[in-house]
């Protein structure tokens, strides 16, 4: 990372006494001064303080507290992953998806699991948007991660207890058998997994994601994707799972295409971001299910394999 010019640290000391600070973690002038009207918006009493714990390189999102995602402001804490655009992106779309092909009076309500939910955001956003009956069910491993679930929720819809259609759990979904068994089939399943490969997180990793998000959450490759394979297929008519390379959605694709029984029975599709890479491995089965899937995953991504 090259150096901060002498030139740039005086310009940003001349513009505001809390700018060169702000450079450490910005490089950039101009990105020092964004940051700066949102310290400035959000913690006026404390803005210098904000600024120092910035130099530092304490992600934005930790000094103010809150992330933005979709409509929603999502609280944020040390020891839990900030929530990403990627993600907001795709799941804004799923919504958009689901609300103009499912019916509001569904039958029961559509069941959706979130795995490895992390702040919730991406429940929450769908509780929030959903124009149909759901039932939704956040899982996460740290405890951290459950109780800023618990908070987001209650901060965001409830007044004096949890709503009764959004469960929480912590479980370990790789190692604690068996898997959770879902009351009834599940209709969509989400999971923004740990995926970045150890030695990507090494060379390519921000400075502030590598120091203060956890690693828990960050660092991965395979297992999750063979977990969706061994123990979530069998319970769940769609999936919708973030990737950080087309090495993992090719893991799931040909995983599908080769085996007879799952070649037959499900649709495997690939999704790109507005940065146009890779960002979703989705898939859903054709028949025996309630929901038209076809039809919600019609403007989301490209189907890559179809069992007809």
């Known amino acids: 990372m090259p150096r901060i010019s002498w030139k740039a640290a005086f310009e940003a000391a001349r513009l505001h006494p809390c700018l060169p600070l702000l450079l450490r973690a910005c490089r950039t002038v101009e990105q020092a001064q964004v940051e700066l009207r949102w310290l400035l918006k959000e913690t006026p009493r404390s803005v210098r303080q904000a600024c120092v714990l910035r130099s530092r390189h304490v992600p934005l999102q930790y000094v103010i507290g809150t992330q933005p995602f979709g409509c929603l402001d999502i ?55 959903l124009q149909c009956d759901a039932h939704f069910t956040a899982i996460d491993v740290s405890r951290h991660a459950v109780r800023l679930i618990r908070l ?65 959450a960050l660092i991965g490759d395979l297992e999750f994707y063979q977990n969706l394979l061994d123990h979530w297929l069998p319970r769940t008519d769609s999936f919708v799972y973030e990737i950080g390379n087309m090495g993992q959605f090719d893991f799931i694709s040909k995983t599908v295409r080769q085996d007879p029984n799952l070649s037959q029975i499900w649709n495997v599709g690939l999704k790109f971001d507005s940065n146009n890479s890779p960002r979703c491995v989705y898939g859903f089965k054709s028949e025996n299910t309630r929901l038209d899937y076809r039809k919600i995953f019609q403007n989301f991504g490209n189907i890559m394999h179809s069992c007809k």
């Open 152 to 216: 987001n929720l209650n901060r965001l819809f409830s007044k004096g207890g949890s709503p009764a259609d959004f469960r929480i759990m912590q479980r370990d979904i790789l190692h604690e058998y068996p898997p959770i068994m879902p009351d009834g089939r599940i209709d969509i399943v989400t999971c923004n997994p740990p995926y970045i490969r150890r030695q990507d997180f090494v060379t390519d990793v921000q400075k502030s994601v590598k120091l203060y998000e956890p690693k828990l």
């Open 75 to 129: 609280v944020c804490r040390r020891n839990v992953l900030i929530p990403r655009w990627e993600t907001e992106e795709w799941t804004t779309e799923l919504i958009a998806g689901i609300n103009g092909s499912v019916l509001s009076s569904v039958h029961g309500g559509i069941k959706i699991y979130d795995l490895c939910s992390g702040t919730g955001c991406v429940p929450l956003l769908m509780k929030s948007q």
